[in-house]
Every structure is written in C-alpha cells, then in structure tokens.
C-alpha cells in the first residue's frame, strides 16, 4: 500500500469510530460537501434502497437516529480492504449493538462501502440483513422516514 491507500484507509477508519461513538460532530468534520449514505438491501426485497441519505445533514440524521435508538454500536472482526485505485474502502464486520432502554440486542453481519475523496467521505453504502434490523420492531426515526419516501 502507497500512502494514498493508507490515507484512505485512516479516512475510512476515522469514520467508523465515530460512527461506533455514536458522535455527530467526528463524523460531519469527515464528511465532503455531496456526501450520501445508502443503505440498498430493502425489507421488500426490491431492488430499490431501503434508505438513501443523500446530503451531508440528512447523513448526520442518520447517525443522531442511531445514537437515539442505541447505546452500544460496535462493529466486532473487522477486516479491511483498500480498492486498487484508493478510491474505495471496505469494511466486513460483525455488528454487536444494543439498546439497554428497550432491552433490544441487534447482531447482524456488515459491508460497507467507502468511498474517500481528498480525505473526505463522499459516499457510503451499508450492507446488512434487513430483517435482522426489521425483527426489532423500532419505528423510523424521523430521518429514516425522510430517506425512505424518496
């Protein structure tokens, strides 16, 4: 790796922790000004995104819903890979998240995508089972029933 890897990777990894520290303000710092989320596999089984977070305040949405709904993030094993042309990170990682409140454990299995431009996040797609998300039973945060009605 060339330190164009190494300054994705770190960009990326940066990311991820303050995603598992539930923290807005590390993340909106990583973020580039067309930055989105998407997350594609949909309960319905369609081929269209389940949520598409598509602006950098509509991202932090997300991330603010997340630290709302749960109290532990982790994502657990990581293994991580750096596309050829340093452009895309990704990440597999067993997720051990919680909510003390609702007594709700959530495991499910993660892919994500990456992508890194001059140090800022520009676009990141999260890859889960949906159902294991759905059999909580949680209700849509505010952002997410934004996202979804697009």
Not at 77 to 102: C, H, M, P, Y
């Amino acid at each position: 790796m060339n330190i164009t890897h190494h300054k994705a990777l770190e960009t990326a990894q940066a990311f991820i922790a303050a995603f598992e520290d539930r923290d807005r303000d590390a993340v909106a710092a990583l973020l580039a000004p067309i930055a989105s989320f998407t997350i594609p596999l949909s309960i319905e089984g369609t081929p269209e995104p389940w949520y598409v977070f598509d602006s950098p305040e509509q991202v932090l949405g997300y991330i603010a819903s997340v630290a709302a709904k749960f109290d532990h993030v982790a994502f657990l094993d990581k293994v991580w890979t750096v596309s050829e042309d340093a452009r895309s990170v990704f990440l597999q990682a067993n997720g051990d998240i919680l909510s003390s409140a609702e007594k709700l454990v959530y495991n499910n299995v993660y892919i994500f995508r990456i992508d890194v431009q001059d140090g800022q996040i520009t676009t990141v797609w999260e890859y889960a089972n949906p159902v294991a998300y759905a059999n909580l039973g949680i209700a849509n945060s505010e952002a997410e029933a934004a996202a979804q009605a697009r």
